[in-house]
């Protein structure tokens, strides 16, 4: 038995001898994608750059023609101050984002989790109050003289808390799980770092809460408060 062991690597194949030929053409070969990549890594900064200054021009003067000329009377210009304030938050992230694809994440480990954190709170509080704002329209247009005793300045405060609240518990993974990682060409990058145990769990459920919290659920809102609101 311990001969055969020994001898095991002295056996050798002559491929020739058995005139056999290796065919690689049916070999399947992997799509690296090279100049996609390329071409992403070189727009992806410029319109983060073009979002970003047309979002703060824009943002900006809202802000000013609410504080100036609203006064925040209103059920709407309350919501749309909340709208102003996620766009910003938003909008802040992005210069960010940009040095990341093209340099990789500098600023640190701290920065890392605050800015996906800033950056995925102003993303979902941002789809929530559009959500919020298209009831509100719903209501006014579909229900008029409910809406009339039921919009209150201090509902859309309350309304207003209730989504910043729901915004920032679904960013709380982002906030714990937020690290600095590294690749073969020794750049570092600002990612989601699960622990290795439970990373199929957090991506699962970070993926149901996207596609179906804000995602599918305003979506269906929206569509049916418009559908109401046109057949009025």
């Given at each position: 038995m311990g001969e055969s062991v020994s001898n095991y690597s002295d056996y050798h194949y002559d491929y020739d001898q058995f005139?056999?030929?290796?065919?690689?053409?049916?070999?399947?070969?992997?799509?690296?994608?090279?100049q996609v990549n390329l071409f992403g890594a070189m727009f992806t900064p410029v319109l983060f750059s073009l979002a970003f200054i047309f979002s703060?021009?824009?943002?900006?003067?809202?802000?000013?023609?609410?504080?100036?000329?609203?006064?925040?009377?209103?059920?709407?210009?309350?919501?749309?101050?909340?709208?102003?304030?996620?766009?910003?938050?938003?909008t802040?992230?992005?210069?960010?984002?940009?040095?990341?694809?093209?340099?990789?994440?500098?600023?640190?480990?701290?920065?890392?989790?605050?800015?996906?954190?800033i950056f995925f709170i102003g993303y979902y509080s941002g789809i929530m109050l559009l959500m919020l704002m298209t009831i509100d329209r719903y209501f006014a247009v579909v229900h008029s003289l409910f809406a009339v005793?039921?919009?209150?300045?201090?509902?859309?405060?309350?309304?207003s808390l209730?989504?910043?609240?729901?915004?920032?518990s679904a960013t709380i993974?982002?906030?714990i799980f937020s690290d600095i990682t590294g690749n073969e060409e020794e750049r570092l990058y600002c990612t989601s770092n699960y622990p290795p145990e439970s990373?199929?769990?957090?991506?699962?459920?970070?993926?149901?809460?996207?596609?179906?919290?804000?995602f599918f659920i305003p979506f269906v809102v929206i569509v049916f408060c418009y559908w109401r609101i046109l057949n009025t």
């Open positions: 005139n056999i030929t290796l065919d690689y053409s049916q070999f399947v070969h992997l799509c690296e994608n090279t703060l021009i824009g943002n900006a003067l809202v802000l000013w023609v609410l504080v100036r000329y609203e006064r925040l009377r209103t059920v709407t210009d309350i919501f749309i101050l909340n709208l102003v304030t996620s766009d910003v938050l938003f802040f992230s992005l210069p960010f984002w940009a040095v990341d694809h093209t340099n990789g994440w500098i600023f640190g480990k701290a920065m890392c989790k605050i800015m996906s954190s005793r039921f919009r209150k300045v201090s509902y859309a405060v309350t309304a209730v989504i910043w609240g729901i915004s920032i993974p982002e906030m990373t199929q769990m957090w991506q699962l459920l970070g993926c149901y809460q996207q596609n179906i919290l804000f």
